[in-house]
């Protein structure tokens, strides 16, 4: 039997939600599942040793769209997949798999619309095709475990970056942070940063704490996987990087200034704790938020220090 699940959102942290359901299709059907995936979701390296997936095919930008019908109906026919798995309510994609000749389509009901919440509607739709509770909570797979860490000193990953500037809490504070971290504990930092992020990576590697830190804008993600599954914890933005370190069962303190905390803090209650801006009603951060300016430093630190205590 060959299946194809397809998640088209662009985000490395909406890949890493869909991860449980994937997971539970595959287990339902006793086989690998496809994937059809964004490059910038990063599934081939996400996904590179994960035995649920045996292969990512990746949507291209001329496979979108209405242009893209007959070019993506053409990759998937030659495949011969006998089931499809469609995570959102898209009519192109329920006529693609129809013109693709697949005989079994699964797809969200057009009900859930474009604002559904991700998780919630993930767990429904898989959860009625298999007929068991699916945990939302991801377990993201990787053979290179291998750890020579110095355990005298505390490994924190701090994410300084996001996919928009309203997202992203001002370096200086993060270089604030790792300094008064530092009073009280030997910490190595690993900044959780791309190549296009250089300047604030470099400001930090610039300031006095910077000699206790490497960066990852040189590295593939799969080559982060490995460094960030033997830290302590992810400290940072709501970004791809923080929702890698959950999945890879890192405590993780997730800052929420323009992302809504509902749908990407609510999977892993017992990894995430949350920082939200002062003066606006816990749980209720969403985008046009923007509260990058009102978030507590204070609270930071302190939920900070409990996470590495």
């Known amino acids: 039997m060959k299946i194809l699940c397809i998640n088209s959102r662009k985000g490395m942290g909406d890949q890493i939600i869909i991860l449980p359901y994937i997971h539970s299709i595959s287990r339902k059907f ?49 495949r011969n997949f006998d089931k499809i798995f469609i995570f959102n309510s898209s009519l192109r994609y329920n006529l693609i798999a129809r013109l693709a000749g697949i005989k079994s389509i699964y797809q969200y009901p057009f009900s859930f619309g474009k604002k559904d919440n991700m998780v919630i509607s993930a767990k429904i739709f898989t959860e009625d095709i298999t007929g068991k509770v699916v945990s ?56 959780a940063a791309g190549p296009n992020d250089v300047d604030l990576i470099n400001k930090f590697k610039d300031s006095d704490i910077g000699k206790n830190s490497i960066s990852f804008e040189k590295l593939s993600i799969k080559e982060t996987l490995p ?57 209720t951060t969403t985008h046009d938020t923007l509260g990058k300016d009102k978030i507590s430093f204070d609270e930071v630190y302190k939920k900070s220090i409990e996470l590495l205590s």
């Open 30 to 78: 006793k086989t690998p599942v496809s994937l059809l995936a964004k490059d910038n979701s990063r599934a081939k390296d996400l996904f590179a040793d994960d035995n649920h997936i045996n292969e990512i095919i990746t949507l291209e930008k001329e496979m979108d769209g209405i242009g893209g019908i007959l070019k993506l109906t053409n990759e998937l026919k030659k």
């Open 227 to 283: 460094i960030i599954k033997n830290c302590d914890c992810y400290i940072g933005n709501d970004t791809g990087f923080a929702h890698i370190s959950v999945a890879l069962k890192i405590k993780s303190l997730f800052i929420f200034m323009d992302t809504p905390i509902f749908v990407y803090s609510s999977y892993a209650p017992s990894l995430i704790s949350t920082v939200e801006p002062e003066g606006i009603e816990k749980g």
């Open 136 to 191: 939302t909570e991801p377990n993201l797979i990787i053979k290179n475990t291998g750890n020579n860490f110095d355990k005298n000193v505390r490994h924190v990953v701090l994410g300084i970056a996001a996919s928009g500037k309203t997202k992203i809490w001002n370096i200086n504070n993060y270089i604030r942070l790792g300094q008064e971290i530092s009073k009280k504990m030997k910490c190595k930092f690993y900044i």
